[in-house]
């Protein structure tokens, strides 16, 4: 006879206890999704950009280091480092391309296409921002590393959509954004320009939901830079009188017509450049891009040869120094560094435009302070590098801020919001917005 025994049931205590283990292991998910997961990444994005400003600096005081009393061996590094770039670029880190700011602006704003975010972003854009544009500053290219920095920093967050079981549109536009906003106060250490970026150049619009995502990635990356490289002012303190009389109002204005018109003219040629460059040229560029390269490095070099170095790496030198007036520069310094720049990007390597641009800026201080030898120069370049910013990206808020924040130049607000202003306002009637128009033409899907 068979004896027929019970199943073992499960006690209430034993159902209770597998109960309590699956609500602590889901809180604990959510919590990690919720907090854990974009303060991690954020932190990330801050050591991340104080590397990559080390790195850059290290990059370009070797290339310095190169051509120590051998200029003409520029002739050889810079064409052979901006072949190098560009044969990388194009032929596995498509996408990293240029400052990488457009490329955010496309992901927020085209239409949507399922391939973009893969496309412009992801670990291997990653690699290539930074490795690539390294070797632009070890052919002591003009270019920046903040716009880079940006790009990375989006590029980091929106890595972190993986982890989240239904990330859509929405939760990817928080990511970029905070990653956008994180990059930038990382770059330079202006947690306030971070968050007025992302709002006013990239986002162009202000969502509360991505309002606390933003201010937590900056706060998280700002705190890696803090604790890594100091709470320091990117050009240090700026030394100006506590009040201006109404006569500084005429160097506002001179300022704001210069920056306007020469920043409108950088993007024209940045966003024409089918009109002004050579038809040959243009042909090498599209079918022999090695070749095209190489000219974009010889000119690179002779322009850096022919100023006496002036033009090289993205400017932040020569900027600090005349502001801290240990070495005034040429009074052609902004026209050729103006050119240089052009023509840097026109490579279409990975590489920035906010340092360059405020180098420029400071260069054209030079030439207001010809007509208004009274005012003090600190002022002026402080009023040209908001300008000149101001005037190629055409936000006026973010431009002043930036420099407010570098500077320490409190006492600068209001002469900077109005030069900002003006020349975001005179450039505007010539070109539209840089980046926005950049990602249009490289990015958007073709009508």
Excluded at 230 to 257: K, M, R, S
Excluded at 332 to 348: D, E, L, N, Q, R
Aim: charged residues 10%; aromatic residues 12%; positive net charge.
């Amino acid at each position: 006879m068979t004896l027929l025994t019970a199943e073992p049931t499960s006690s209430p205590g034993s159902s209770r206890k597998r109960a309590w283990r699956r609500l602590v292991k889901s809180r604990s998910r959510r919590l990690f999704l919720q907090y854990g997961l974009p303060w991690g990444a954020a932190l990330l994005v801050g050591l991340v950009a104080v590397l990559y400003a080390q790195w850059s600096n290290d990059a370009y005081n070797v290339f310095i280091g190169w051509i120590a009393g051998r200029a003409w061996l520029a002739f050889l590094i810079t064409p052979a480092f901006t072949v190098l770039a560009v044969f990388l670029t194009r032929r596995w880190f498509s996408g990293s391309e240029g400052s990488g700011i457009p490329q955010v602006i496309a992901a927020l704003h085209a239409p949507r296409d399922e391939t973009l975010i893969h496309r412009l972003f992801g670990l291997r854009v990653i690699v290539g921002k930074l490795v690539v544009s390294l070797l632009g500053f070890l052919g002591g290219m003009t270019i920046g590393r903040e716009g880079p920095t940006v790009h990375i920093g989006a590029a980091i967050m929106a890595e972190t959509r993986r982890f989240y079981p239904h990330a859509g549109p929405k939760l990817e536009r928080q990511l970029l954004l905070a990653g956008a906003a994180a990059g930038l106060s990382g770059a330079f250490n202006t947690p306030l320009a971070g968050i007025i970026f992302a709002i006013e150049e990239i986002a162009r619009d202000f969502e509360s939901r991505t309002n606390g995502t933003m201010i937590t990635a900056v706060v998280f990356s700002g705190l890696t830079s803090l604790a890594l490289a100091g709470n320091y002012l990117y050009f240090g303190q700026i030394n100006v009188p506590q009040n201006f009389d109404i006569g500084f109002v005429f160097p506002v204005i001179l300022t704001a017509i210069l920056c306007g018109l020469l920043g409108a003219a950088f993007n024209w040629a940045l966003l024409h450049w089918e009109v002004w460059m050579p038809k040959p040229l243009q042909a090498w560029r599209a079918h022999k891009p090695l070749a095209y390269a190489l000219i974009i490095g010889l000119a690179i070099a002779a322009l850096g040869v022919a100023t006496g170095g002036e033009t090289w790496g993205s400017g932040y030198d020569q900027a600090r120094h005349l502001l801290e007036g240990t070495a005034p520069l040429s009074q052609g310094y902004a026209i050729t560094k103006w050119a240089a720049m052009v023509i840097s990007y026109m490579a279409g390597i990975p590489g920035g435009l906010f340092s360059p641009s405020l180098s420029i800026g400071a260069g054209l201080a030079q030439w207001v302070h010809i007509a208004f030898a009274w005012a003090p120069m600190p002022a002026l370049i402080a009023l040209c590098m908001t300008g000149y910013l101001a005037a190629v990206t055409q936000s006026p808020i973010t431009s002043f801020v930036i420099v407010m924040e570098m500077t320490n130049g409190t006492g600068m607000v209001i002469p900077m919001m109005a030069t900002a202003l003006l020349a975001a306002r005179l450039s505007g009637l010539f070109t539209p917005p840089l980046y926005e128009a950049l990602a249009q033409k490289n990015y958007y899907p073709k009508s």
